[in-house]
T-cell receptor, first 108, second 115 residues
Framework: EDKVVQSPLSLVVHEGDTVTLNCSYE??????LLWYKQEKKAPTFLFML????IEKKSGRLSSILDKKELSSILNITATQTGDSAIYLC????????FGKGTRLHILP | EAQVTQNPRYLITVTGKKLTVTCSQN?????MSWYRQDPGLGLRQIYY???????DKGDVPEGYKVSRKEKRNFPLILESPSPNQTSLYFC??????????????FGNGTRLTVT
């Protein structure tokens, strides 16, 4: 059975801190791993990772995939209050399923 | 504009009254899926479809039906809604062909309340 586990489930940090969010997965016929940010609406796409060890960056956010360990991390440096959201990871195998998400709250 | 269109955005109904939530995409995606989102439980998959006339159960299919008669449309049907189906629903679509395909594109969501 496919499964996705994200950790931590919840995280509270101060503005300016760096955070690392984790995602581990077991899926059939893995193709890629997707990261999304969700505020009070539909999830918005952040990254699609297909190759191990190649970091993808977008501003203060970066992510990397480890296919050997069946995991991925999402890093956010110099956090801002606007980064407060739920972060979701979704491995794409024979279907696309989601972890429960990490709820990140940034204190000013 | 490439998009996934879900309707309605908000729906309040009573127990047992059949309803349909529509979903349409204009990106020629093979894969379409329905998710429900509840606090603390994340996005759980209800049904998905890999192509026309091909549908499969997700993790929480009980009480729901879907159909995929055309590639662009994937309606979600609740034959006899119950209060435990009160939730936020998302339709999404993606390319699956050509290796890793594309990211999942989401509709704006439907907030359903069953009283």
């Amino acid at each position: 059975e496919d499964k996705v586990v994200q950790s931590p489930l919840s995280l509270v940090v101060h503005e300016g801190d760096t955070v690392t969010l984790n995602c581990s997965y077991e899926v059939t016929n893995f193709r890629s791993l997707l990261w999304y940010k969700q505020e009070k609406k539909a999830p918005t796409f952040l990254f699609m990772l297909t190759s191990s060890g190649i970091e993808k960056k977008s501003g203060r956010l970066s992510s990397i995939l480890d296919k050997k360990e069946l995991s991925s991390i999402l890093n956010i440096t110099a956090t801002q209050t606007g980064d407060s959201a739920i972060y979701l990871c979704a491995p794409k195998g024979d279907k696309i399923i989601f972890g429960k998400g990490t709820r990140l709250h940034i204190l000013p | 504009e490439a998009q996934v269109t879900q309707n309605p955005r908000y729906l309040i109904t009573v127990t047992g009254k059949k309803l349909t939530v529509t979903c349409s995409q204009n990106m020629n995606h093979e894969y379409m899926s329905w998710y429900r989102q509840d606090p603390g439980l994340g996005l759980r998959q209800i049904y998905y479809s890999m192509n026309v006339e091909v549908t499969d159960k997700g993790d929480v299919p009980e009480g729901y039906k879907v159909s995929r008669k055309e590639k662009r449309n994937f309606p979600l049907i609740l034959e006899s809604p119950s209060p435990n189906q009160t939730s936020l629903y998302f339709c999404a679509s993606s390319f699956f062909s050509g290796g890793s395909g594309s990211p999942l594109h989401f509709g704006n969501g439907t907030r359903l309340t069953v009283t």
